[in-house]
């Protein structure tokens, strides 16, 4: 398995320019995750999905959208990109089996994204 | 939403040496992670510990949860160890989200 894998690595975008950042995961967990890193702190939740179909919230939603068709696949879109935006942004799936959950989070290796 | 702690904030340790970190929690949990995130930034799952106590090889973790508190344990330090080490928590009851601490940043030196 190649568990949760994310493009591109690296990113420079324009203030204004859009883009999306792709996460795929192929361990065929149910939940999926994006968050944000910024320099010096801990991870904060952009978005999260339960299942195709159906996503919500985190902390830090405004500024992105998510979409989530498939089980493998959750992309993260960014319009009009701002300055506020630089950030290493990392996804992360787990799972649930019936009614046991385990809410172990694994992540991918992060995009580096850069607005200027 | 949940509160987390995590202390030290910093730490640096000569190579060999053993530390402790702590990381404290506002409201009842039933998912609690530790990461190591290494110099590339890769986040590297090191224990899924919502209650008990587990060991993998030189480090251990432990969490009671009724006293709202998990330690992370490394012994016989190396240089690899550096990075930060984050704590993260959530409620569960199939409410996904979950809140991380700022880390500890550790540094070991030769």
């Known amino acids: 398995n190649a568990g949760v894998t994310q493009t591109p690595k690296f990113r420079i975008l324009k203030i204004g320019q859009s883009m999306t950042l792709q996460c795929a995961q192929d361990?065929?967990?149910?939940?999926m995750y994006w968050y944000r890193q910024d320099p010096g702190m801990g991870l904060k939740l952009i978005y999260y999905s339960v299942g195709a179909g159906i996503t919500d919230k985190g902390e830090v939603p405004n500024g992105y959208n998510v979409s989530r068709s498939t089980t493998e696949d959750f992309p993260l879109r960014l319009e009009l990109a701002a300055p506020s935006q630089t950030s290493v942004y990392f996804c992360?799936?787990?799972?649930?089996?019936?009614?046991?959950?385990?809410?172990?989070?694994?992540f991918g290796p992060g995009t580096r994204l850069t607005v200027t | 939403g949940i509160q987390v702690e995590q202390s030290p904030p910093d730490l640096i340790l000569q190579e060999g040496a053993n530390s402790t970190l702590r990381c404290n929690f506002s409201d009842s949990v039933n998912n609690l992670q530790w990461f190591h995130q290494n110099p590339w930034g890769q986040l590297i799952n090191l224990f899924y510990i919502p209650s008990g106590t587990k060991q993998n090889g030189r480090l251990s973790a432990t969490t009671v949860a009724t006293e709202r508190y998990s330690l992370l344990y490394i012994s016989s330090s190396q240089t690899t160890d550096s990075g930060v080490y984050f704590c993260?928590?959530?409620?569960?009851?199939?409410?996904?989200?979950?809140?991380f601490g700022i880390g500890t940043k550790l540094q070991v030196i030769p």
């Open positions: 992360a799936s787990s799972f649930t089996i019936g009614t046991s959950v385990n809410y172990e989070q694994y």
């Open positions: 993260a928590v959530g409620p569960g009851g199939g409410y996904q989200k979950v809140t």
């Open positions: 361990m065929n967990h149910n939940y």
